[in-house]
Structures are given as C-alpha cells and as structure tokens.
C-alpha cells in the first residue's frame, strides 16, 4: 500500500513559481512511476507531467513543457513538481498519482492518488 501527501500549494501571482511536493509512504515507493494531474473547476483532471520509477523519463504536457520540471528523490520518497512562469490558466488543484504504469499520461493506470493541493494564479 502507498499513501500520498501533496504539498507546496498556494495562491501566487503570475509569473509566479511553486514547487509541489508529494510524499509517499510504502517500501516500494522507488519502483513506481509518479505522475501529477490537476482539475481546473468545471473540467475533468488532466494529465500534466509523469516521471518513469527511475527518473530516466519524464513526460510533460505540451502547454507545460519549458515552464514544470518533475523529478523525484527515492531516498526521500518524494516527487516533485517545480513550476515556473505560472498562468492563470494553471489554477487548478493538483494531485499526485503512484503506480506501476506503462503508460505513463494516462491516468486509469495510476493506482495510488493523493488527495490534491490547490494552485491558484492570479493575473
């Protein structure tokens, strides 16, 4: 079983940078793939970036990519989602998601999720 804290969220300006943390309780914490999602109000959660169980891929959503860097720390078990040059259109809340994935944006693979940490931009 893995349990999974997000944190680091917060209401900034844009322009603005965040960096989200999810820590994850589990002995096989290093074997999984981590991703983050996030659901804006009114739409459906959305995949944003995903990082391979060990660190070698990441994947990004094309309206992130240059702007979030994932990455992970096993001997923590923790991963990270730093965010810069934040939009308004990035406010959302944002989960952390754990599994043994093949697919690494989808996310009906992720088997562990978080219970989400809000991100607010403001313009």
């Known amino acids: 079983q893995v349990q999974l804290v997000e944190s680091g969220g917060g209401l900034v300006q844009a322009g603005g940078s965040l960096r989200l943390s999810c820590a994850a309780s589990?002995?096989?914490?290093?074997?999984?793939?981590k991703g983050w999602f996030r659901q804006a109000p009114g739409k459906e959660r959305e995949f944003v970036a995903a990082?391979?169980?060990?660190?070698?891929?990441?994947y990004y959503k094309d309206s992130v990519k240059g702007r979030f860097t994932i990455s992970r720390d096993n001997a923590k078990n923790t991963v990270y989602l730093q965010m810069n040059s934040l939009k308004p259109e990035d406010t959302a809340v944002y989960y952390c998601?754990?599994?043994?994935?093949?697919?690494?944006?989808?996310?009906?693979?992720?088997?562990?999720w978080g219970q989400g940490t809000q991100v607010t931009v403001s313009s």
């Open positions: 998601a754990a599994g043994i994935v093949s697919r690494l944006i989808q996310e009906a693979e992720y088997d562990y």
């Open positions: 990082i391979s169980w060990s660190g070698g891929s990441t």
């Open positions: 589990g002995r096989t914490f290093s074997s999984y793939a």
